[in-house]
C-alpha cells in the first residue's frame, strides 16, 4: 500500500526532464554568413507526451543559447526566435580570429506547456578559405524585410540571384546579415505590416557594376540629402520582392582601405600581460604605518585651527578699549554734544508719555438752536479716545440730531434728523442754518 501512494503522489507532480544529445558539428567558412536553424519538430520527440487531451505537436518551445561554460554566445553569434510557436536561428559572421577555435554552443529546448527540457550541443568548427574575404564589398538596406524572414534559404537565394544579375561577378556570397534594431532602428508600428529592415552585406571577385556607382553620382547625392529617393537604372530589378533604400548603400573595397595600427604602449607594474593567470601577492607584504598619515591629514590643520581660534579670541576679549578709555580720547566739546542731544531725546519722550490728548469735535456737547437744550457727549469723560472711530455710522442712534422744521403749507413743525459731519475739521452746519432761517 505504501508503494501505491507514493506512485500515486508521484503521478500527480510534473516533472522536469532534461535530456542531451550527441554534439552536432558544423564546418562553416570565416567571412561568410553562417546560418543554423534550430526545428522545433526535431526537438518534440524528445519531450513525452503530455498526459491530458490537447494538440501535443503545437506546444510553445524556446530555446536558450549560450558559449559552454559562459553566459552567453560569442560576440559574433546572434540568436533571434519571433515566436514560441516559430523556429529558432543562430546567424552570424566569423571571422579569421575563430579559425581552428572550436566553438561549443550550447542548445536548451524549453516546452512552455510541460516544463521540460532538451538539451545538445552544436560544435562549430570555423574553416578557413584563401578565397575569404571577397575584396569587394556592398552592404544593402532592404526595408520590407525582416531578420528571419531574411534568413530563409529561398529568400536569401532570390536576393542573391538579383544582385548578381545586376554585378556580374563570379564568385558572390552573404558575408553578414544585421537587424536594422542592432543599428539603432526604431521598432516599427503594428500597422500597415510594417517591417523592422534589415541589412545584408555581400562580397564579390569583381569591381562594383555601374548600376551600384549611380548612387554616388552628385544628382543623386543631392536627392539623398533632401530625403528623396535616387533614380538608379536597375532598382527595377529588385523592386518586385525587395524594397531597397539606394541612399543607405554601402561600397567599399577593402584592398584600398589603409589599414591603421596604433602602437600600444609597453604595460607598466600592475599591468597584467595579454595572457596568463592572475597572481596575487603573497601574504608577507609588510604591513604600513598609517600614524605619519593621521598626522598630516588631521593633527596638523588641527592645530592650526586652534591656534587661528586663541589669536581671535585674544584680539576681541583681550583688547577692548572700553567707554573710560574712548571718553578720555574724546575731546570735551564733543562730549558735551553728544550729552546734550540724549538729555534733550530722554526730555522729548518723557514730554509726549504725560502729555493730554484734546478731545475730538464729536464728543463736544452739541447745542440745539431752535429749543435751547444742550445734548451731553456720545461718550463720557473717561472714555477712551484712543479707540474712538474716526467717523461714526448712521446705525448709531445716539450720534443722531433731531430739529423741527416748517411745513410748506402751515405753522406747525415736524422734527428733522440729521447727523453733525465734518470736512476737514470744519462742522457742516448747512442744515442748522436751514433751521434757523424758517
Known sequence: MYAAAVAAWLATVV????????????????????????EREYFKGEFPPYPKSGDASNDPITFNTNLMGYPDRPGWLRYIQRTPHSDGVLYGSPTAEHVGKPTIIEITAYNRRTFETARHNLVINIMSTEEFPLPYQAEFYIKNMNVEEMLASEVLGDFLGAVKNVWQPERLNAINITSALDRGGRVPLPINNLKEGVYVMVGADVPFSSC???VESPHNQLRCSQEMEPVISCDKKFRAQFHID?????LVDITKVVMVHSNRPDPGTGILPEFGEYNPPSESLKGRDYFSDFLVTLAVPSAVALVLFFILGYSMCCRREGVEKRNMQTPDIQLVHHSSIQKSTKELRNMSKNREISWPLSTLPVFNPVSGEVVPPIHPDNYETTSMPLMQTQTNLQNQITIPQQRPSGDNYVMSTFRRLEVNGIPEERKVAEALNL
Open 15 to 38: 516533472t522536469i526532464l532534461s535530456r542531451s544529445h550527441a554534439d552536432r558539428n558544423v564546418y562553416p567558412s570565416a567571412g561568410v554568413l553562417f546560418v543554423h536553424v534550430l
Open 212 to 214: 551600384l556607382r549611380e
Open 246 to 250: 539606394w541612399c543607405k548603400i554601402s
